[in-house]
């Protein structure tokens, strides 16, 4: 019989897992998306998107599709699903392996604010600056629409939803960014402070490298813990090896 695995998934480590396993003779795999995302990139094997219902929809969609093993290769900041699929697992008896890419770390000539939350985030900003690269994504901005008297850089993939502060210009790209491209963004609009979370992986990593050349102080949020009991695998070839595929 065929292994079907299921990925939840929405980052670069799911997509690249997506393809080792739909390479592999004999191996199902469906990798699952949220749908925030309106043009997502195309990724091997099946794929469905949208929400489960919770844990209890999730353990259901895992029963109904005969899942053999889940991998929770999602964001790690995407704090719900993480809970509900450690749930889900718990609930249906099917191994769960859960890829979180490693956080980033300051190193010398980084000055970096570590922030709890979007709110702490917000509230150390003013001692820090008035001109805000904001690279948190689209979802919390929110938290950030009080700060009247700074203006804000804000760079989404998607066309922000959230109430804004007032003096906001929006860039929508998609990494990877490039150091170059990186720099000339924080010298072209005068950026003296960057918050970003800590998303880890080298797509989004030049802009660290780029406040650091220009000696800005980045303020980075740190991330939610992973639910109690639960243990992540850095990479793609340890989620592998936790699926019992070793080896190409
Ligand atoms: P979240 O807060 O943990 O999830 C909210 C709800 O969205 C979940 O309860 C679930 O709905 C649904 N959901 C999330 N991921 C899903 C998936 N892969 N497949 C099916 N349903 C999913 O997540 P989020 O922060 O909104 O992020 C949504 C997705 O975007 C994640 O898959 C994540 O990998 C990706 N992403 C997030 C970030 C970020 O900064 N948060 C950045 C890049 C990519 P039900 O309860 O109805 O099942």
Redesign the pocket.
Known sequence: MSPHVLI????TE?RRLAADLAARPGVRVT???????SRPGPLDGEV????????D??ADWLRGHEVDAVVD????????????AARAATATGIPAVVLRRPGWRPGPGDHWHDAGSLTAAAEALPGLGRRVFLT??R?GLAAFAHLTDLHFVVRS?EPPEATLPPHTEVILARGPFTLAEETELLRAHRIDVLVT?D?GGEATAAKLTAARHLRLPVVVVRRPPLPEGVTAVPDVTAALGRLGFDGP
Do not use: D
């Open positions: 939840l998934g929405g980052t799911a990798t699952s998306l949220a749908g925030r995302v469905r998107i949208g929400g489960f219902g919770g844990a929809g999730l290769a999602t964001h790690p900041f995407a704090e719900s699903i993480t809970v509900n948190t994504g979802l993939v979370k998303s």
